[in-house]
């Protein structure tokens, strides 16, 4: 892999979808709790990060991505019934976590994890909405490069640590992380 074009980015910016011809905020990541990441990892949209990493800090900015750059359009496929007994925990199904509305974390046949919202709790099956939530919308992003510099070495290997499901993705040791340790200190 080359690292030599992994730009450490940090944006804050308003997140717009349109319904009905109004701009509806949906997200917002502020300058006191920013957006993160490392370009060239695959860990936010390619459109996304390729209207973001030639931009300097201080840059100001607002772009459209289209659904289908974004998260592919509305599927019906992907809403389906799914056995209630999946849902049990100890013999009893999971009435505090599954009810319409609830995003609930999934993971499918291969291993892969994915978000699913709950749509109806029926007698006998739960009706699932596997889309992405902003499936089939365009997203309107707005906002101001916070920071933009070349990422070091630690830091890339720390966001690989936990894209893997290792440590806890900051550069320092498991122990460190189990201490508390990461806290703050490894940006």
């Known amino acids: 892999m080359d690292t030599t074009s992994n730009k450490n980015i ?3 910016y308003e997140l717009y979808v ?3 011809g109004e701009r509806e905020l949906v997200e917002k990541a502020t300058k006191e709790q920013p957006f993160q990441f490392i370009s060239g990892l695959g860990t936010t949209l390619d459109a996304f990060e390729n209207e973001l990493k ?3 800090t201080g840059d100001k900015f607002e772009f459209t991505i289209p659904s289908d750059q974004a998260y592919g359009e509305y599927s019906e496929e992907h809403v389906v019934d799914l056995p209630k007994n999946i849902f049990e925990v ?3 199904f999971d009435t505090d976590q599954i009810y319409p509305g ?3 974390p999934m993971m499918t046949a291969d291993g892969g994890r994915i978000n699913g919202t709950v749509e109806e709790v029926k007698d006998d ?3 699932m909405d596997l889309n992405h939530p902003l499936a089939g919308d365009d997203l309107t992003f707005i906002g101001e490069v916070l920071e933009s510099r070349p990422a070091t070495n630690d830091e890339i290997q720390g966001m690989l640590n936990m894209m ?3 440590g806890c993705g900051c550069g320092c ?4 992380c189990e201490e508390g340790g990461c806290g703050g200190g490894c940006h």
């Open 102 to 104: 609830n995003v609930v």
């Open 10 to 12: 940090t944006v804050s």
């Open 18 to 20: 349109t319904e009905d």
């Open 164 to 166: 893997s499901g290792e």
């Open 90 to 92: 100890d013999g009893k």
């Open 125 to 127: 099956v739960v009706v």
């Open 173 to 176: 040791d498991d122990k460190d």
């Open 54 to 56: 030639d931009l300097n």
